[in-house]
């Protein structure tokens, strides 16, 4: 989590010598997750030991064969996939970037229950169908209209209201 917020701090622009220091040793260095952060980085300016494009080489080859993304294993995660599509969004029109996404699209689509929501580690929750809710927006797809993501007249946004708290808020 704390290289996580070093690589928020950074993107946003801050030259502290130890927050750069850190981004710069852990971009690539900590799975699937440090290279979708990374490729954030590199698309903000931010300059590490990879290029985006080697970044992209590295997201696109650990694809799983269900078409998503996952911290490990073989079966992809909802969460991973969608926060994956998310880095790659500004890439979509490179040919190979936009094939890796539209398989992922295919399995988030796949993987969408009956209400509209997402599961992760076996519990549909509200993160799930927010993580999925900003890809589809990064990539320029209405959550609220796309047929691939309407089950039973359900949208990951209607998902998302189901777990809305009386006042404001969201419970898992």
């Known amino acids: 989590c704390k290289n996580m917020q070093l690589n928020t701090v950074a993107a946003i622009g ?7 220091q850190t981004v710069e040793s ?19 300016g931010y300059t590490a030991a990879l290029s985006a494009s080697q970044i992209i080489d590295e997201i696109l080859a650990l694809q799983k064969e269900d078409g998503g993304w996952a911290i490990s294993g073989s079966v992809s995660d909802v969460d991973v996939t969608a926060m ?11 040919k190979e970037v936009g094939d890796a996404i539209d398989r992922a699209l295919s ?4 993987r969408q229950t009956a209400q509209g929501g997402f599961v992760s580690y076996g519990v549909e929750n509200p993160e799930s169908a927010a993580q ?12 609220c209209t796309d047929a691939r993501f309407i089950k039973n007249d359900y949208s ?8 809305a ?8």
């Open 14 to 20: 801050s030259t502290n010598a130890y927050i750069s």
């Open 26 to 44: 852990t971009v690539g260095k900590l799975g699937i997750m440090s290279y979708a952060y990374g490729l954030h980085l590199a698309h903000n």
């Open 84 to 94: 994956v599509l998310q880095a790659l969004a500004p890439y979509q029109n490179a």
């Open 107 to 110: 399995l988030l689509s796949k």
């Open 132 to 143: 999925v809710i900003i890809a589809l927006c990064a990539l320029g797809i209405d959550p």
């Open 156 to 163: 990951p946004m209607d998902s998302m209201e189901s777990f």
């Open 165 to 172: 708290l009386e006042g404001g808020g969201y419970a898992h």
